[in-house]
């Protein structure tokens, strides 16, 4: 299983972008869907949470700003990322929980984009 992400960039403060991930291998199905963002010198962290079945859950730092839409038909996840702010520049990792053909569970990780946001 491999994750690609990918839409990254450089946009000023206000500006928008869309992150996109999809996933492929031997997919059977994505249970759960996650981005994760990591700042120089900081801790990843969790930006927004979509478990199958369950509503999605955002920091607090993005709420009502960023939006996790998933496409189960194409194995894909979305981050829109409205109204952006030099504190979101970080590099943006998705991440899935995959049932595999093997039916098999696992997780894992895309390479990173970074998104870079100028005051």
């Known amino acids: 299983v491999q994750l690609q992400a990918s839409g990254g960039g450089l946009v000023q403060a206000g500006g928008y972008l869309r992150l996109s991930c999809t996933a492929s291998?031997?997919?059977?199905?994505?249970?759960?869907w996650a981005w994760y963002r990591q700042a120089p010198g900081k801790q990843r962290e969790l930006v927004a949470n979509?478990?199958?079945?369950?509503?999605?859950t955002y920091a607090d730092s993005v709420k009502g700003r960023f939006t996790l839409f998933r496409d189960n038909a194409k194995n894909t996840v979305y981050l829109q990322m409205n109204s952006l702010e030099p504190e979101d520049t970080a590099v943006y990792y998705c991440?899935?929980?995959?049932?595999?053909?093997?039916?098999?569970?696992?997780?894992?990780w895309g390479q990173g984009t970074q998104v870079t946001v100028s005051s």
């Open positions: 979509s478990m199958k079945g369950d509503a999605t």
């Open positions: 291998g031997i997919i059977f199905g994505i249970d759960d």
């Open positions: 991440k899935a929980r995959v049932l595999t053909l093997k039916m098999s569970r696992g997780d894992y």
